[in-house]
């Protein structure tokens, strides 16, 4: 969470970021204000691992974001010790080199929720446990994505419901808040639009060539299927292929 709330923050600069995340280390040892810190700095500097002197010394964010308020209200947690070998753990991942330059990479805050939220919204049109040719699963995905960005432009909301969901989590049922669009404006237009193109007798013929990369192959393997006959010859019990063996080998049994 912090993580995250680092990469939506930071604006794309990297060294805010950077900053931003490391500040974790000040919060979880009670230290809420670090920019004149000597102590800890130094602390830190004994601390630090890799070829780059992570974390910096702090330049563009001095103090923890959340109000004083807060503060005192979390002094009765069991905040952790410079000296403490679970900080030093911590410590030793948050500001490893190798990972701090991945971190850089968030700078920009790119995830890929609508992308899973329009997959999921494709599942309600197309399940996975039946089967569709090219044409219909190409319009149908056009149909999904036309809702989809519905959803996103649509700023009006007919309501929400609470839905009890268990969590693998928390190991626990929680309650959680679904919200409801508007998904039938979009839907009769489509269907009035329809209707007038029957009225004209207008038929139009789905081109699915410019949504398909390369031809669709019949099989998976590439092997094209031999005949009956073929197969009915190379069929053959255990006890023929047996007595095969043996006359290919010349044995015999006496009578």
């Not at 995250?4 to 204000?33: A, P, Q, T, Y």
């Not at 974390?55 to 103090?63: A, I």
């Not at 308020?69 to 991942?93: M, Q, S, Y």
């Not at 036309?146 to 969901?165: D, E, F, V």
């Amino acid at each position: 969470r912090y993580f995250w709330w680092s990469c939506r923050e930071c604006k794309g600069n990297v060294d805010l970021l950077i900053e931003m995340f490391h500040s974790c280390l000040f919060h979880i040892l009670d230290i809420h204000n670090w920019g004149r810190r000597r102590k800890i700095h130094s602390q830190f500097g004994e601390l630090r691992v890799g070829s780059r002197p992570y974390p910096t010394r702090p330049v563009l964010m001095k103090q923890c974001y959340h109000t004083q308020h807060c503060h005192r209200e979390g002094r009765e947690i069991p905040w952790f010790n410079v000296e403490d070998e679970d900080f030093k753990a911590v410590f030793k991942i948050i500001t490893g080199t190798k990972f701090t330059n991945d971190v850089k990479k968030c700078s920009k805050f790119i995830h890929t929720g609508k992308l899973e939220s329009f997959h999921s919204l494709k599942l309600s049109y197309l399940p996975k446990s039946t089967g569709f040719t090219m044409a219909t699963t190409v319009i149908l995905t056009m149909l999904a994505a036309i809702q989809n960005n519905t959803y996103l432009k649509s700023k009006s909301k007919l309501g929400s419901y609470i839905i009890r969901q268990w969590s693998r989590a928390n190991k626990e049922y929680l309650i959680k808040e679904r919200t409801v669009y508007d998904d039938t404006t979009f839907k009769k237009e489509i269907l009035q639009k329809t209707f007038l193109n029957l009225s004209r007798k207008e038929v139009y013929h789905l081109n699915i060539s410019p949504y398909v990369r390369k031809p669709i192959p019949k099989t998976f393997h590439g092997k094209s299927a031999p005949s009956r006959e073929e197969l009915q010859a190379k069929k053959q019990s255990r006890l023929t292929q047996s007595q095969k063996n043996m006359n290919n080998n010349n044995i015999s049994f006496p009578l």
